[in-house]
């Protein structure tokens, strides 16, 4: 990102201290977060313009709810951004049974507004399968 555009304020959450460690020693981050995201998490909220997360909403990581701690951390007319693979919507049932539902609730409470909800090919590795985009706008 820093070579595409000059975005400086930019923060890192990662649970496993290893990966963070690496992130450190290449000056990734503004600040450095060693902790899981879940409902709650603890971080202040309205601080963010653009919440990013790709790969996360995996069995045993993240649960659906994280969509609502999401939209609490960005601000009025920032985005939430989640790049998963497709797979995973149907196979974990976490996900079959709650994340359209959340997606849905906070819409319907208009806290957010649904930008994209689409697949697109060639997730995580070239030829490895189907990817999903989501793309809010807190309200």
């Known amino acids: 990102m820093q070579k595409l555009a000059p975005y400086h304020n930019v923060d890192g959450l990662e649970p496993a ?3 963070l460690e690496i992130a450190k020693h290449k000056g990734l ?12 998490s603890g971080l202040e909220y309205d601080q963010y313009d653009v919440v990013v997360t790709a790969g996360t909403f995996i069995a045993g990581h993240l649960k659906s709810d994280c969509l609502e701690e999401f939209c609490s951390l960005v601000k009025s007319g920032g985005y939430v951004i989640v790049s998963m693979g497709d797979r995973y919507m149907k196979m974990v049932e976490e996900y ?5 539902s959340t997606i849905e609730r906070l819409e319907s409470q208009g806290r957010w507004k649904v930008i ?4 697109f090919p060639n997730y995580f590795k070239v ?9 809010f706008r807190k309200l």
């Open 29 to 40: 981050y503004k600040n450095y977060l060693n902790q899981f995201m879940f409902l709650n």
């Open 116 to 119: 994209k909800d689409e697949t």
């Open 17 to 19: 201290k290893g990966m």
């Open 96 to 100: 079959r049974q709650n994340m359209r």
């Open 127 to 135: 030829g490895s399968g189907v990817g999903r985009l989501f793309v």
